[in-house]
């Protein structure tokens, strides 16, 4: 993962604007939200999904720049004050403390923007048919019906008494649709066939799944030194969580039987899924 972030780190670097131009601020403030931080999951999944396929690695990792774009205005946004109103963010002051709300604000968007540009180029894939299917797919993922939606479900669930099947389809659309967007681009790209598809989408399911209980178990187990974000807010905002639902152990023992799940489905592709099937292990003992 370590040196798909260092490959990623060289895309974003060169996708991004850095013109010393009067509207500097915004694009500063895109550069710190988007470098020199994060795990880099879904630009690893992509990556592997699509290597899977014999997809270039150079053309793959700009895929994996635009979803990594789209995540990171998710984080610029969800710590806005409106929402979330935190103030660290990957071990650092959240974009909107380091700049200011306007700023991060417009940030986000022109990293959600950029990120559909750089899908849209041809350096991305030579058939235009192929561009025009990620961008749909990951607006798709990105808004009202995938993130943005589930977002907006996340601000109610206070509210909401959500049971499990709630909540499972609150964080499917919330972190699962960008995540299963990112091992079907792969599969995209490389023009893979349909059942291939499938499975990779159905690896995501259960992966991105796996991937939130963690997240719960770090809000709640969790240091903000270690995890570098603030921990605790579930249950501060009095939100019904997989943790809370199932108990700790009851959680832990969903994760490990999701990620068991989840690797099941990648038996069509053998030992060529091998970083997959590995990064299924990381997803649920990581501790940040
Ligand atoms: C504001 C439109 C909009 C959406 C926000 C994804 C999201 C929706 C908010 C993020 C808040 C959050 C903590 C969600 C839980 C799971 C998650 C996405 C954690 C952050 O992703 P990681 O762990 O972060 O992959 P890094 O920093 O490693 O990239």
């Known amino acids: 993962m370590q040196a798909v972030a260092a490959e990623l780190e060289t895309v974003l670097d060169h996708v991004l604007p850095a013109d010393d131009v009067p509207e500097r601020p915004v694009l500063d403030a895109m550069r710190y939200a988007s470098l020199g931080g994060g795990k880099r999951l879904r630009p690893f999944l992509l990556l592997n999904a699509a290597l899977l396929f014999g997809v270039s690695r150079q053309a793959a990792l700009r895929a994996a720049a635009a979803v990594e774009m789209v995540h990171c205005y998710s984080l610029v946004h969800d710590d806005l004050p409106c929402m979330d109103d935190d103030d660290l963010r990957r071990g650092r002051p959240t974009c909107h403390r380091q700049f200011d709300e306007a700023t991060a604000l417009l940030a986000g968007d022109a990293l959600l923007t950029g990120a559909f540009e750089v899908l849209a180029e041809e350096a991305t894939h ?101 995890v570098g974000k603030r921990v605790g807010k579930d249950a501060d905002a009095g939100k019904a969580t997989f943790v809370s639902l ?15 799940q989840a690797c099941a489905h990648l038996e069509p592709f053998g030992d060529r899924a091998a970083a997959l099937r590995a990064v299924a292990g990381f997803v649920i003992d990581r501790k940040v």
């Open 246 to 260: 199932l108990g700790a152990d009851g959680a832990r023992t969903q994760a490990a039987a999701l990620a068991d």
């Open 126 to 226: 030579p058939d235009p048919l192929v561009r025009a299917e990620l961008v749909r797919e990951l607006a798709l993922a990105a808004g009202g019906r995938g993130m943005v939606g589930g977002q907006m479900m996340d601000l109610l669930a206070p509210g909401l008494d959500l049971d499990m099947a709630g909540i499972t389809r609150l964080q499917q659309m919330k972190t699962g649709r960008l995540i299963r967007f990112s091992c079907e681009a792969g599969a995209i790209m490389g023009k893979a066939a349909l059942a291939q598809r499938h499975a990779l989408a159905a690896y995501a399911h259960d992966l991105g799944l796996a991937f939130q209980i963690a997240d719960d178990l770090l809000d709640v187990e969790g240091s903000a030194d270690q």
